[in-house]
């Protein structure tokens, strides 16, 4: 993939406000709590106190990480450092594990030495009638601290900050407010389900925010078009981001990710001179052509001056040969071969031919994500004789309804008693789950035997996933890493004992190609973390210099989410109509997760319909640029550390 160049100075850019990318959230956050911290100490040498506003969400999580390490490593104090938090849903308990008031305790405040008196967040537990004054009192209550110097802010996908959905005046304050549906699908996964998401929260206003003296907005992820919008687009109600651009000293800090829909990295040949690399070319021709919804070998001398790329006519020649260069590029890529052609020698070919048959190793960050993601080219691999194991990295345990419990005790218990087997232990087991199901608190954690069980039923389903695949049962290895082991949607950071044994299995396959989930906006962040662990893996190993490590390829797909750029795609996998209804099934195999399922994210739709829809959009992209018209396809790119 294109590497983004970072500090391109904005008049160079179509950019309305500064934006500064890195290349990981986690590097974004030090940049955030490193100007935090500086701001705090400088506040400390004047002998004055310094007011910050908080976001709550998962983007901030990475900077409230390293403000504690900043804490407990480098000594920097939060004596002097009152907080202002920017919402509230309402009506909700403030010990609730969704509060917000629970979140910035368990994040950033239990680990830190600021003083309880001085942390502010708007009171989702007061009667309604009262939360108007509340309000009011909020605002006087920022005012009279002076104003909020510094304030950290998300954004939602819809353009929202703070709770201030699309149609919000600049003129708003703290005020009670109904959120948008598409707000609370998208906060949903912190739920069991939508219906458990508040309709309304409290939230400071666009007048509020604007007053702040500097502001950082941080995204990660699948951001990347509402950025766009929001730093070159109009100034508008209906993207209240938006307004942002009237502030004097606002910087929105970003990864590569996020980064990807503006202009110096969508178009670059429009912001100023570019280096004509290969990919670069097929970058500016794919888009040109789907601009102009032409196929690529269509595309004429006046496309490419009337659409900013003259340059690259004038540094490389005629247009048609441009044409053909790029058309062979997107040719070369598809293959229905993803282990590579044996006994044949395919120049362009995106996999090698010369080792024959590999050993190919799918990780998948739940015990779905195998067949979702890429289950036409999982039973293909297979169907051509390559040694393919399945390794799944987590559970998935938390993404089991309660009534699968139950249903499953209820099935063992009859099964025992058909079959004349002592069944004590399974009735003690279902009534002891019916017990705690029939009390349990919303949101409250399941017991070790619950959560257990509903592990059993997602392995289960991918065991016979990978049978209905043509796999072994031995080559189904079920990681089951630590990290995510914690029973709530909060998971924990990678760890040691997570590297180990991935490193592990990766040592005893000995794999020639990995396929594992380059899905980096995962919505769960699951996705992230294991791909993280797999990457952290493989350094290790070729640190050590092991002989199959330098046979070893990596691939990464993407999951039911999103898919590659049609110009980043390096190998695209065809489907027939006979093996995309194959993945179907295979995908229904999972009863778990078919119909309406915890966590699901912003996209109401079962997991099929998402992969179908994908897969066959890809095919469709493909035919539009001139290729052969398929029925759907699968997409991959590799990763070169």
């Not at 502010?120 to 909020?138: D, S, T, V």
Request: with cysteine.
């Amino acid at each position: 993939m294109p590497t983004p160049r970072r500090n391109v100075d904005l008049t160079d850019s179509f950019e309305k406000i500064p934006v500064k990318i890195f290349a990981t959230p986690k590097e974004g956050s030090a940049y955030v709590a490193q100007e935090i911290a500086d701001k705090i100490r400088e506040s400390q040498e004047n002998e004055k106190q310094i007011v910050i506003g908080l976001a709550t969400g998962s983007t901030p999580i990475s900077l409230y990480k390293e403000l504690v390490r900043l804490h407990r490593e480098e000594g920097l104090s939060f004596k002097n450092v009152v907080t202002f938090n920017l919402d509230e849903y309402y009506p909700i308990e403030k010990e609730a594990f969704q509060s917000y008031f629970s979140f910035m305790h368990r994040q950033l405040f239990n680990h830190i030495d600021i003083d309880p008196s001085n942390i502010f967040i708007p009171n989702g537990e007061l009667p309604k009638e009262e939360i108007k004054k509340h309000c009011q009192a909020y605002e006087q209550l920022i005012e009279s601290k002076g104003g909020i110097d510094i304030q950290i802010l998300g954004i939602g996908s819809n353009g929202h900050i703070g709770f201030n959905e699309p149609g919000s005046s600049i003129f708003s304050k703290t005020r009670l407010i109904t959120l948008d549906n598409s707000t609370r699908i998208a906060n949903a996964r912190d739920f069991q389900n939508i219906s458990q998401v508040p309709r309304l929260a409290i939230t400071m206003g666009l007048s509020t925010i604007l007053k702040t003296k500097k502001i950082f907005l941080m995204a990660w992820g699948m951001k990347a078009p509402i950025i766009a919008q929001t730093v070159e687009g109009d100034v508008t109600e209906h993207v209240p981001a938006s307004f942002l651009q009237q502030h004097n000293d606002c910087t929105f800090v970003i990864d590569e990710t996020a980064a990807t829909e503006l202009t110096r990295f969508k178009s670059p040949w429009l912001t100023g001179e570019i280096e004509w690399t290969p990919a670069s070319i097929k970058k500016a021709v794919v888009n040109l052509a789907l601009k102009t919804k032409k196929p690529v070998l269509s595309l004429t001398t006046h496309d490419y001056n009337e659409n900013g790329l003259g340059d690259l006519l004038v540094e490389k020649g005629d247009s048609y040969e441009i044409n053909l260069q790029v058309f062979y590029m997107l040719r070369d890529t598809i293959t229905g071969w993803p282990g590579g052609k044996p006994n044949s020698v395919i120049p362009g070919h995106p996999e090698r031919s010369d080792i024959q048959p590999k050993r190919c190793l799918i990780f998948s960050p739940h015990p779905d994500d195998d067949i979702i993601s890429m289950g036409g080219t999982f039973m293909r691999l297979v169907d051509q004789g390559h040694e393919v194991h399945v390794g799944y990295q987590t559970s998935g345990n938390i993404a089991v309804t309660d009534e699968f419990v139950t249903r499953f005790l209820d099935f063992a218990v009859g099964f025992e008693d058909m079959f004349g087997i002592d069944n004590k232990t399974s009735k003690e087991l279902l009534l002891s789950a019916q017990m705690f199901l029939a009390r349990k608190r919303k949101n409250e954690r399941d017991t070790p035997e619950i959560r257990a069980i509903k592990g059993l039923i997602r392995r289960c389903e991918a065991k016979a996933t990978c049978r209905y695949a043509g796999l072994t049962d031995e080559r189904a290895h079920f990681l089951n890493l630590p990290f995510y082991e914690t029973g709530t949607i909060e998971k924990r950071p990678m760890g040691e004992e997570d590297v180990l044994i991935t490193m592990e299995l990766l040592q005893k396959i000995k794999p020639h190609q990995v396929f594992c989930a380059g899905d980096l906006a995962d919505p769960h962040g699951t996705h992230r973390v294991c791909l993280d662990i797999i990457f952290e893996s493989i350094r290790r190993l070729k640190e050590r210099r092991e002989d199959w490590i330098k046979d070893c390829w990596v691939w990464l797909y993407k999951g039911a989410w999103q898919e590659w750029g049609i110009s980043e795609i390096e190998m695209a996998i065809p489907m027939s109509p006979d093996q995309l209804m194959k993945k179907r099934f295979g995908i229904f195999i999972h009863q778990s997760q078919k119909d309406m399922v915890p966590f699901q994210g912003s996209d109401s739709r079962e997991f099929w319909q998402r992969a179908e829809e994908r897969n066959k959009n890809t095919a469709n992209l493909y035919a539009q640029l001139g290729m052969t018209q398929y029925s759907a396809m699968e997409a991959f790119v590799r990763w070169r550390e």
